[in-house]
């Protein structure tokens, strides 16, 4: 009995240490660094579930649950950015939970607080693809009067309702949930998120000074030497403000953002990829046609997905801009590996033409 307790501190030794290295993660993670700490996690959630089948008492039971409610949270929150990973693993551990908490309810436990009940079923309903029971227990989060100074509870109530608003398109209830978030920001950081979520839901409803304002607020207080930074906000809060101020024409300045992006992110990552790409399309729109192709060429060269319009569409630019520089035998290189592609691109035919015309 002994050897199942040590082994049990041990593993939520485990989980607090991964969660405060995670919240503490300087600048963007990796593909490769968060697909880590997600093994991690499961790893961790995985020797729980076993232990819990075993465990000798109710109090071990109890203890091993709650780390497994606060894995299903911590990979929510801090890997998924509030995105649901709908696996039939997580979807089982989600029955496990709710199943757990209505137990800690019948027997009036106070392991957990009400609040933290609630929030937890809905972090469970959510997991199991129940949006219904998800609002209502959020929602019901938000209204409590209890009080949330320790766990941050009706901030990420009130983010994930927003999320929910904004997946249905209901950009303007999205947009007023994430506002109300706000109020329950813990640090700047977390402020910065928020403001980055209520700007998402402005650009949606095309109200785009306003989203480019609460963009540039958040990029102010966005700091990745503070905890909770949040990388994925941060560079989307970039891209954004880069692609306001490129379809404005006000090229400078969208450069500056794309630049900072380049600065910020992996080399692997899409928005490398798209930062660069839009780069090329400004030098192309400033006639700087020579710069553009670098910096197509090199989007092209660091993209590491596979074949697709985005890519293809960046074989266009290229050949439209040696088409400008009048060579025409490196615009055909690219028109003809697009006539030959079995990607869908709707721009397809205007090569094809432009192929004909110069052959």
């Excluded at 600048?27 to 700490?37: D, F, I, N, P, V």
């Excluded at 990745?224 to 404005?248: Q, V």
């Excluded at 397809?348 to 192929?355: D, G, H, T």
Aim: aromatic share 12%.
């Amino acid at each position: 009995m002994a050897d199942v307790a040590e082994r049990l501190r041990q593993l939520v030794n485990d989980r607090i240490a991964l969660e405060a290295k995670l919240q503490k993660e300087p600048g963007e993670l990796s593909e490769k660094t968060a697909h880590e700490y997600d093994t991690l996690y499961q790893s961790l959630q995985r020797q729980l579930a076993s232990m819990f089948r075993d465990a000798p008492n109710d109090q071990d039971r109890v203890t091993i649950m709650l780390e497994m409610m606060r894995i299903l949270e911590n990979r929510l929150v801090y890997l998924q950015n509030f995105i649901v990973d709908p696996s039939s693993e997580n979807r089982i551990l989600a029955q496990l939970v709710t199943k757990f908490i209505d137990q800690l309810s019948a027997s009036k436990s106070t392991v957990l607080t009400t609040l933290e009940a609630t929030y937890y079923r809905a972090v469970a309903a959510l997991y199991a693809t129940d949006l219904a029971k998800a609002r209502e227990g959020f929602s019901a989060a938000c209204a409590s009067e209890e009080s949330d100074e320790a766990n941050d509870i009706k901030y990420k109530s009130y983010v994930i309702l927003g999320h929910l608003s904004h997946e249905e398109r209901d950009y303007a209830k999205a947009k007023d949930l994430h506002d109300r978030s706000l109020r329950f920001a813990p640090n700047a950081n977390v402020t910065a998120q928020a403001l980055a979520l209520k700007a998402l839901n402005s650009y949606a409803l095309h109200d785009f000074d306003d989203a480019l304002h609460l963009f540039e607020e958040a990029l102010g207080l966005f700091d990745e030497n503070a905890p909770f930074f949040n990388s994925y906000f941060y560079r989307n809060a970039l891209l954004f403000c880069g692609a306001i101020h490129f379809d404005r024409g006000a090229y400078p300045e969208a450069e500056a953002f794309y630049r900072r992006v380049i600065e910020n992110v992996d080399q692997s990552s899409f928005d490398y990829f798209d930062a660069l790409s839009h780069l090329g399309r400004i030098r192309y729109l400033q006639q700087r046609y020579g710069e553009a192709v670098e910096a197509f060429e090199k989007a092209v060269q660091t993209h590491r997905f596979s074949e697709n319009e985005y890519v293809v569409d960046t074989w266009f630019w290229i050949a439209r801009c040696h088409l400008r520089r009048d060579d025409r035998a490196e615009a055909r290189k690219y028109l003809e590996k697009i006539a030959a592609t079995d990607v869908r691109y709707e721009k397809k035919p205007q090569a094809v033409e432009l192929l004909q015309r110069i052959a």
